[in-house]
Nanobody, 115 residues
Framework: VQLQASGGGLVQAGGSLRLSCVASGMILSVFRTDTLGWYRQAPGKERELVADIRNSGTTNYADSVKGRFTISSDNVKRRVYLQMNSLKPEDTAVYYC???????WGQGTLVTVSS
């Protein structure tokens, strides 16, 4: 299984971005029951959980992004999305997607928020 993240870029504070992660090779039964997460790592900081989605429905968010970010998934496309609104400079980081079932990480996509 390979995880491929995309959608990062440069945006001004207050703007929005939508990240996408495709789980290539993951069978539907696993995708539906897996915990799929978005993590981020800012320069000089540890990687942290941003949001995850379980059983294609139950969601969990870091306090710092609650009310601004939304995680969702598409079973047919084997994709997990992270809609990021009201972005702040402190959201600047490399964002990674992760499959808990396979303990597998995607390659990361850089999000830069300018003030």
């Amino acid at each position: 299984v390979q995880l491929q993240a995309s959608g990062g870029g440069l945006v001004q504070a207050g703007g929005s971005l939508r990240l996408s992660c495709v789980a290539s090779g993951m069978i539907l039964s696993v995708f539906r029951t897996d915990t799929l997460g978005w993590y981020r790592q800012a320069p000089g900081k540890e990687r942290e959980l941003v949001a995850d989605i379980r059983n294609s429905g139950t969601t969990n968010y870091a306090d710092s992004v609650k009310g601004r970010f939304t995680i969702s998934s598409d079973n047919v496309k084997r994709r997990v999305y992270l809609q990021m609104n009201s972005l702040k400079p402190e959201d600047t980081a490399v964002y990674y997607c992760r499959s808990n079932f396979y303990n597998s990480w995607g390659q990361g996509t850089l999000v830069t928020v300018s003030s």
